[in-house]
């Protein structure tokens, strides 16, 4: 179901956190909001750092919620609510920025202090003695990156740098105790404060990996500077790891740093939103243009826009004629003709011709608020395949706390040369591998893009469970109306009785006045072609609709029943002598509409709906994708069958009501096919309700927010197929990442706690093991930032 019934009761809220670092921390927030009383549900993202909660002010408050997030050692504050979704996403794009710039210069201090720090351990390094395998003896002999910098780069940063060689080791471990404790306390404070918090909590996260690798090498060295005695008198060198602590915050915060900059990335589609929104608007005010903040203008101002400019707000055409470019909210290259009636977007660009418009929907309520809003609440939203992540993050770092201590039991027992050196850097080098960075965006990050790319496409996906859903579809179910057709039916024919009273324009004249109060498509094809004619309507003295059949009612005395031939038999009028006339009206995939004046059948109105240009087309591309498209339709079975044989549908049900669109989209539910209904948004509302995936077909100025789960901005079915292959895309992207994140793990804490060495010598070293931790972050959203280049055409 692609609308479940929502409890009026319960109230949404968004709440921003600070402090999540990783899918441990938003798993762990998550479970405590959900077990807080009054908590219907809760869905935690980090890529957003937004915690969405719905749950029953009778039970709970906000303030009572932001009392579990801060309970679990996280921030929480409530948004403000006077900032509209603008300026929502430029505060959010600055914390973005903020935080990138701040990574950065820490990454690059930290860097440059680590290599200063190396250089000057290489002296202590080569002061230790051998082991027995001809490489010196600083803990981590078997690491293949020591192993060069002991055979290769010693030699000539000894020719080099002879005065360095020839300092006191004294001296040279307290100027790194120094160094240290600068990059501790400044770069890397955010590590132990978080890791802190989430202890007093009692929880783990990446930062308690991070912290409890760091700080044991640091303690190590620090026992090690302090009372080399303890060391020597059990045989074992007083090394210290200081530059290893350096080394490590500095590839861990460039790693966050390059995240940082990718998650940017991520939001590019959402942020060419806002900026589509221009500053100043050209009022008429006291019968003089002046430029003014946008957020100043008032409903009913009048607003001017020259070529070139964009549309500053929502409004209605009143003077002046144009063609305007609505490609970024619809994905429609062509420019859009407007003329005084039609309704303009704020954002779009006016191509051609200067006009007038006046100011209607504004702020929030503009379309293209709306559409920012939409894309937020989207992309801060969880896909189901998301709680793999969560039910592994939850025992993951304890595992892995678990997984240290062993390493470090297993080489103190089995090593042979220096034991505790061994244990103690294999231990390390499991904790910082193992953060769990990758499995926390490997979902998150994908649904951010995809969201992005649809947007750019036309395609507003309101969550992640809506993007998975997609992937699932095997049924297409298309509306025919304004969604196969396009939705702009005309007059082709007007046919009259033997038994006739009016002639063909008068008949025309009061069907048309009959149905000026309808708003089907087909009668509003009749007034529209009683307009052109020039006839004039009057106002019906009775008027009722008959939903799926017609209407019936009574203008300038006459009594008029118009619809198919089921409602006038209702009234006691037969058909039969036009019977074969509409038979034939129909197999040329008209809609013929019969007409009865005061009891006696007076003819027949028929209307054609052209169909889609790419209708077609998109339907043989869901063949090829594999889907059963399925034409439903309240139109008569012959004109449905015409249309549907042209169109290349694999079925069409016809004469439908919309009870009976929802009863068929129920029964293909029932035989175990995942369906997606495509209609207007409106008409069809059951029915998308009803369907797995409800796509509402949008006309370019409305959203239909409420209509569908995805909301095809440019109004045909390229849009459904391009949906449909954006969802199976990105499910692969998460999978990939979810792959990519778990293999890494598997594979990097063995290699981490040494399993290679005894085949292969080889053993990681701390200094590594964040490198390998920093780029498994970063290539899980890179390969999420690849579907931004994907194309779907």
């Known amino acids: 179901m692609s609308a479940p019934s929502v409890d009026p009761r319960l109230a949404t809220l968004r709440i921003p956190v600070t402090g999540m670092t990783c899918a441990a921390c938003s798993s762990r927030v998550q479970r405590m909001l959900q077990r807080a009383p009054g908590v219907s549900d809760a869905a935690v993202n980090l890529m957003m750092k937004s915690a969405t909660v719905t749950f029953d002010p009778q039970a709970t408050s906000p303030d009572a919620l932001l009392t579990v997030i801060r309970d679990t050692g996280y921030g929480a504050s409530l948004a403000d609510s006077s900032e509209t979704a603008f300026q929502e996403q430029e505060a959010r794009d600055r914390a973005q920025g903020a935080e990138y710039h701040d990574l950065r210069a820490k990454a690059w201090v930290s860097g440059l202090i680590g290599v200063v720090a190396m250089v000057v351990s290489m002296p202590l390094m080569s002061a230790a003695p051998a082991g027995g395998d001809g490489v010196h003896a600083h803990g981590v002999v078997a690491d293949p990156f020591m192993r060069w910098a002991m055979t290769s780069l010693d030699p000539l940063m000894r020719a080099v740098l002879p005065a360095l060689y020839a300092q006191p080791p004294r001296l040279l471990t307290v100027g790194l105790l120094g160094a240290t404790l600068l990059v501790m306390v400044w770069a890397g404070r955010h590590f132990y404060t978080r890791a802190w918090a989430a202890l007093r909590h009692g929880s783990a996260d990446m930062n308690t990996l991070v912290s409890a690798g760091t700080l044991a090498a640091f303690g190590y060295s620090l026992l090690a500077t302090l009372a080399p005695a303890f060391f020597t008198a059990r045989g074992v060198m007083p090394d210290v790891y200081y530059e290893a602590v350096i080394i490590i915050i500095a590839l861990i915060l460039t790693g966050n740093a390059f995240e940082a900059r990718a998650k940017m990335r991520t939001s590019v589609a959402l942020r060419a939103l806002v900026d589509l929104q221009p500053a100043t608007a050209r009022v008429v005010r006291f019968g003089e243009e002046v430029d003014a903040p946008v957020d100043t203008v008032e409903p009913d101002e009048i607003i001017v826009v020259r070529p070139g400019e964009r549309v500053p707000t929502d409004g209605e055409l009143v003077e002046g004629e144009s063609a305007v470019d609505e490609s970024m909210l619809t994905g429609e290259s062509l420019p859009v003709a407007k003329q005084p009636g039609d309704r303009v977007i704020g954002g779009t660009i006016n191509r051609t011709g200067a006009f007038r418009y006046r100011a209607t929907s504004l702020g929030a309520n503009s379309v293209l608020a709306q559409i920012v809003r939409l894309m937020r609440d989207a992309q801060g939203s969880r896909a189901p395949i998301q709680h793999l992540a969560d039910r592994i993050s939850a025992v993951f770092v304890p595992v892995v706390m678990a997984l240290a201590l062993l390493t470090f039991g297993v080489w103190y027992v089995a090593a042979t040369e220096a034991p505790l050196v061994r244990a103690f850097a294999a231990a390390v080098a499991v904790l910082i591998i193992a953060c769990p960075c990758a499995m926390g965006l490997a979902v998150p990050t994908a649904v951010m893009v995809a969201s992005g790319k649809g947007a750019e496409m036309g395609i507003l996906i309101k969550g992640g469970d809506i993007l998975q859903r997609a992937g699932d579809v095997r049924t297409v179910v298309l509306d025919k109306t304004g969604t196969i057709t396009e939705g702009r039916p005309a007059v082709t024919d007007v046919l009259l009785s033997a038994a006739a009273v009016f002639d063909e324009h008068t008949l025309l004249q009061r069907v048309a006045s009959l149905e000026r109060l309808s708003e089907h498509p087909l009668a509003d094809a009749i ?118 044989r042209d169109a290349g549908v694999d ?143």
């Not at 029932?670 to 009803?690: E, K, R, S, W």
């Not at 949008?698 to 391009?722: C, H, K, P, Y």
């Not at 994140?741 to 292969?760: D, E, H, K, Q, W």
């Open 527 to 644: 007034v529209q072609e009683a307009t052109v004619r020039g006839l004039v309507l009057t106002p019906p003295e009775a008027f009722q609709s008959v939903t799926g059949r017609g209407a019936h009612g009574v203008v300038q005395g006459t009594s008029l029943v118009v619809g198919n031939a089921a409602l006038l038999a209702e009234w006691g009028v037969s058909t039969q002598s036009l019977d074969a006339a509409a038979t034939q009206l129909a197999t040329a995939g008209k809609t013929p509409m019969f007409v009865a004046a005061d009891g006696t059948l007076a003819g027949i109105i028929a209307v054609a709906d052209p169909m889609r240009a790419s209708s077609r087309d998109a339907i043989a591309r869901l063949h090829t994708m594999g889907l059963q498209v399925v034409m439903l339709t309240g139109d008569n079975p012959r004109t449905a069958q015409a249309v549907g």
């Open 651 to 793: 079925a069409v049900v016809a004469g439908v009501l919309p009870e009976g669109k929802v009863a068929e989209v129920r029964r293909r539910q029932q035989a175990g096919q995942v369906v997606a209904m495509v209609g207007d948004g409106i008409n069809d509302a059951p029915a998308l309700a009803q369907a797995d995936v409800g796509m509402a077909i949008g006309s370019g100025t409305d959203v239909a927010v409420d209509a569908g789960d995805i909301v095809l901005m440019r109004g045909d079915l390229q849009g459904v197929v391009r949906a449909i292959a954006l969802s199976r895309r990105t499910m692969r992207t998460m999978k990939q990442n979810l792959f990519w994140a778990f293999i890494y793990n598997i594979v990097g804490i063995p290699i981490a706690a040494g399993v290679l060495y005894p085949a292969f010598g080889l053993q990681l070293s701390p200094i590594l093991a964040s490198a390998a931790m920093a780029f498994s972050s970063v290539s899980v959203v890179a390969n999420s930032l690849r579907l931004r280049r994907a194309r779907f055409d």
